[in-house]
């Protein structure tokens, strides 16, 4: 079992920046592929981020590519999502979650274990 839990979400105007944390707990970190994940009102889960366990591999979604970056740190047992030029539209409730998969990081059903979620809201 692996529990997560997210931090760092808050409310920030457009062009600023946030940085969220995952911190994990129950085993050791370096053995998962994580991932982050966010979840508008009324919309559909959608992929954000993922990291590949060593992170020597990072992928994105178009809609974030150039202004977010997924970091980890396996000694701390967290992983990191430096959000910049925040947009109304990156307003959501993000999630990390975790797995042991080596593919599909992109597709929700892939991940094992997920954390409650920090709200984000980006205002204009």
């Known amino acids: 079992q692996v529990q997560l839990v997210e931090s760092g979400g808050g409310l920030v105007q457009a062009g600023g920046s946030l940085r969220l944390s995952c911190a994990a707990s129950g085993r050791a970190l370096s053995s998962y592929n994580m991932g982050w994940f966010r979840q508008a009102p009324g919309k559909e889960r959608e992929f954000v981020a993922a990291i590949s366990w060593n992170g020597v591999s990072t992928y994105y979604a178009d809609s974030v590519r150039g202004r977010f970056t997924i970091s980890r740190d396996n000694a701390k047992h967290t992983v990191y999502l430096q959000m910049n030029t925040l947009k109304p539209e990156d307003t959501a409730v993000y999630s990390c979650?975790?797995?042991?998969?080596?593919?599909?990081?992109?597709?929700?059903?892939?991940?094992?274990?997920w954390g409650q979620g920090t709200q984000v809201t980006v205002s204009s």
């Open positions: 979650a975790a797995t042991r998969s080596n593919g599909r990081l992109r597709s929700y059903g892939t991940y094992d274990y």
